[in-house]
């Protein structure tokens, strides 16, 4: 008899568990899939019609190519959480247009940090290319400075790295808003010093988190007093000018 009430009481622990395992999965799945900040329609019907680039939304994201068939160096983009792709392919316009091919990725769940796929994954989009720098913006660009040893560059849209990679050969460009309430300036210049010295680092004046996006407002940040297309603007400069020296140190 006691035997019979042990193996019970081992069940209740067991199926206990389960459900508490079940639930958790469950719950993430749920928090993931919602809240995503969508995509603004306006800036991505421009950049669709945009003849100097194809976009296909392929198996390893959306790949913006230049259409003169010209290019030899790309960009991997790793989104910020729960923010749309697509929302990053406006401002991602102006480099595909100088002829940088860009994937931004899917990733799994709407969060970089559930995605373990490692670069090769997404620069098979364009396998003839063989310079890439990977980058991203807020959790995303913490992501793609895990990704970063396997590249040649890295970019940083509000955001910075955990990793340390200030001895690495890296080419970096950190782009921060001084408006920005999520990714600080205070905490990017905290981590600053995870970067190489010859880093570029520079802040665009009147940029929020959500300025480095077409998605709308987001909870936490800050006003931006910049216009998007002056960010656009800014940003397409200091990408066109990285990618101009690319990859060579």
Same mark, same amino acid.
């Given at each position: 008899m ?6 019970r009481?081992?069940?209740v622990?067991?199926?206990?568990? /389960? ?6 999965v ?12 969508a ?5 991505l019907a421009?950049v ?17 190519t230049?259409? #003169? ?6 960009l ?5 959480a729960?923010? #749309?792709?697509?929302a990053? *392919? ?9 002829g940088?091919?860009v994937?931004?990725?899917?990733p ?40 970063a040893?396997?590249?040649?560059g890295l970019? /940083? ?5 955990a990793?340390?990679l ?13 408006e920005?309430?999520?990714s ?10 995870l970067?190489p010295? #010859?880093?570029?680092?520079?802040e665009?004046d009147? *940029? *929020? ?5 077409d998605?709308?407002a987001q ?6 007093t910049?216009?998007?297309d002056?960010m656009?603007? *800014? ?8 990618f ?6």
């Amino acid at each position: 008899m006691q035997q019979k009430r042990r193996r019970r009481a081992w069940k209740v622990v067991l199926w206990g568990l /389960l459900a508490v395992v079940v639930l958790g999965v469950g719950g993430i799945l749920v928090w993931s899939q919602v809240g995503v900040m969508a995509a603004e329609p306006e800036p991505l019907a421009a950049v669709r019609a945009d003849p100097a680039i194809r976009i296909d939304d392929a198996p390893q994201g959306i790949v913006m190519t230049p259409t #003169d068939g010209d290019s030899d160096r790309g960009l991997v983009f790793v989104p910020g959480a729960k923010v #749309d792709p697509w929302a990053y *392919a406006s401002i991602l316009q102006g480099l595909a247009d100088d002829g940088v091919t860009v994937v931004i990725t899917h990733p799994w769940l709407n969060l970089a940090f559930f995605d373990l796929r490692g670069l090769d994954a997404f620069t098979s989009a364009a396998p003839d290319i063989d310079d890439w720098a990977v980058g991203g913006h807020s959790l995303g660009g913490v992501r793609a400075c895990q990704l970063a040893a396997d590249a040649e560059g890295l970019v /940083l849209f509000g955001s910075y790295c955990a990793d340390d990679l200030s001895a690495s050969d890296l080419a970096v460009l950190s782009i921060s808003g001084s408006e920005d309430g999520l990714s600080t300036p205070a905490k990017v210049d905290a981590a600053r010093h995870l970067l190489p010295d #010859d880093a570029e680092v520079v802040e665009i004046d009147g *940029a *929020a988190h959500a300025s480095f996006g077409d998605y709308g407002a987001q909870a936490g940040d800050g006003t931006a007093t910049i216009s998007r297309d002056d960010m656009h603007v *800014a940003v397409t400069d200091l990408l066109v000018g990285f990618f101009a020296g690319f990859p060579e140190r």
